[in-house]
């Protein structure tokens, strides 16, 4: 079983919300079901194919929110040293042909969002960079081809997440 490494609010959040589902939402659509089987003949009931539909969706969420609170592994990046790149690193990168630079913060899978410059540990780019640290040079495959990065600074700043 593959941990998920996460940070504590991303835990907090989707415990909450698998709580809330299996508390909450269960006996709702429970409810909406029995009142639809009251209005008689199922093969029919819009009302009813629609609530057990979303029961559907709502039970393969519950499993999937199981799983990953199941196999997660709580991180707190600020404890951690930074010198080389890890789980909650933001890195400064430099790409030695365009000399754009680029700059990246690993964090769990739940938490990625590349648009922010959050990546997945488990995506290509963070598998090349994790490990490597300041002055190293650093070759990842794109999909756009191979690209070289000098590796500028590495360092840990707060993650914000919403």
């Given at each position: 079983?593959?941990k998920e490494?996460m940070?504590k609010?991303?835990?907090?959040k989707l415990?909450?919300?698998l709580?809330?589902?299996k508390?909450?939402?269960r006996g709702?659509?429970a409810?909406i079901i029995d009142e639809?089987?009251?209005?008689?003949?199922?093969?029919e009931?819009?009302?009813y194919h629609a609530?057990?539909?979303?029961q559907?969706l709502?039970?393969a969420?519950i499993?999937e929110?199981?799983?990953?609170?199941?196999?997660?592994q709580?991180i707190?990046?600020?404890?951690?040293?930074?010198?080389?790149?890890s789980?909650g690193?933001?890195?400064?990168?430099?790409?030695q042909?365009?000399e754009?630079?680029?700059?990246?913060?690993?964090?769990g899978g739940q938490?990625?969002?590349?648009?922010?410059g959050?990546?997945s540990f488990?995506?290509?780019v963070?598998k090349?960079?994790?490990?490597?640290e300041?002055g190293?040079e650093?070759e990842?495959?794109l999909?756009?081809?191979?690209?070289?990065?000098d590796?500028e600074?590495?360092?840990?700043?707060?993650i914000?997440?919403?």
């Amino acid at each position: 079983m593959q941990k998920e490494p996460m940070l504590k609010v991303t835990y907090r959040k989707l415990s909450e919300e698998l709580e809330q589902l299996k508390s909450e939402e269960r006996g709702k659509i429970a409810k909406i079901i029995d009142e639809a089987r009251e209005l008689g003949d199922l093969k029919e009931n819009a009302e009813y194919h629609a609530a057990k539909d979303k029961q559907g969706l709502m039970e393969a969420r519950i499993a999937e929110l199981t799983d990953i609170v199941g196999r997660a592994q709580v991180i707190d990046p600020s404890t951690l040293a930074h010198e080389r790149i890890s789980f909650g690193s933001t890195v400064v990168m430099t790409d030695q042909e365009t000399e754009e630079e680029l700059t990246y913060t690993i964090v769990g899978g739940q938490e990625s969002n590349p648009s922010r410059g959050l990546i997945s540990f488990q995506s290509p780019v963070a598998k090349a960079l994790l490990g490597k640290e300041e002055g190293d040079e650093v070759e990842i495959t794109l999909p756009s081809g191979k690209r070289t990065y000098d590796i500028e600074e590495v360092l840990y700043v707060e993650i914000k997440l919403g």
